[in-house]
């Protein structure tokens, strides 16, 4: 419960800090974010470290002939001219139906309202797949899952000192963030990308002390300088995240976390 708590608070921080309105609940083990501005939430979503993917889903109630037409309307447009489908349905709860019934009926209303560009069923290589979640009273129909870091929520694992000076000490603390992690940073690197995965990222001056107990010290180094640091100066664990990383592997990792995490006007 406190990582589901700790995760929401989160989820709602980021979405905050990127200026997303949006109202965030939870239920039936899966958090429900309705906001007017789908992809801003997807892009700010993403950078919340606990969240393995996402989708943008319809919603509808579990009435049989309300989630048939749902889907229906919902695949026009999304199947072209002689491609495949398949449904994909998950059912959780007390209803007059199996997911076998969901898979075969909305299966057949979607055959039935893409008639007009050949639409046929291919279970098993599908150029296009449509799920359907049954929860309770109210059903979700989505095209996809986006995919997300994972990892653990952001402060669940308690506080590190990463030393970052440059692009591999950037990574090394990103992906000790992704462990859940707080970071408390300080060098001469520009920290701006890790802001945008935490809001509220400390960065320490040379020399200064975050003034809270840390469980560790964190360094970028490649295996060959570990050597360089004197591991038994500290009373508490160095990591070194990215020791077995080349720098071509620590570069493609750079450029995809400033890529997605890019402001929209960049």
Not at 37 to 44: I, K, P
Not at 57 to 66: G, I, K, L, R
Not at 71 to 86: M, P
Not at 109 to 122: P, Y
């Amino acid at each position: 419960m406190r990582f589901e708590n700790r995760l929401k608070d989160n989820i709602l921080s980021m979405l905050a800090h990127d200026g997303v309105e949006a109202i965030v609940s939870m239920r039936d083990a899966r958090y429900f974010i309705e906001a007017a501005d789908a992809g801003a939430a997807v892009a700010s979503l993403k950078k919340v470290f606990g969240i393995a993917s996402l989708s943008v889903a319809e919603t509808c109630s579990s009435d049989m002939e309300e989630l048939k037409r749902a889907a229906a309307e919902y695949s026009r447009g999304r199947i072209s001219q002689g491609q495949s489908f398949a449904v994909k349905a998950r059912r959780e709860g007390n209803h007059p139906y199996t997911s076998m019934d969901v898979g075969r009926e909305v299966g057949s209303a979607i055959f039935e309202a893409n008639a007009d560009v050949g639409a046929r069923v291919d279970l098993t290589n599908p150029d296009a797949v449509f799920y359907v979640e049954v929860r309770g009273k109210s059903a979700y129909i989505f095209g996809s899952y986006v995919k997300c870091h994972a990892g653990l929520p952001l402060g669940t694992q308690g506080r590190v000192i990463a030393e970052a000076d440059d692009d591999r000490g950037i990574l090394s603390a990103w992906l000790m963030m992704k462990r859940g992690c707080r970071a408390y940073v300080r060098g001469k690197a520009d920290f701006s990308v890790l802001k945008r995965y935490d809001p509220r990222l400390k960065v320490l001056g040379e020399g200064e002390e975050p003034g809270k107990k840390v469980m560790g010290m964190v360094f970028g180094a490649p295996l060959s300088g570990v050597g360089a640091i004197d591991v038994a100066s500290y009373d508490v664990p160095v990591f070194f995240p990215t020791v077995g990383m080349t720098d071509d592997d620590v570069a493609q990792m750079m450029a995809m976390i400033e890529r997605e995490s890019a402001p929209p006007s960049a």
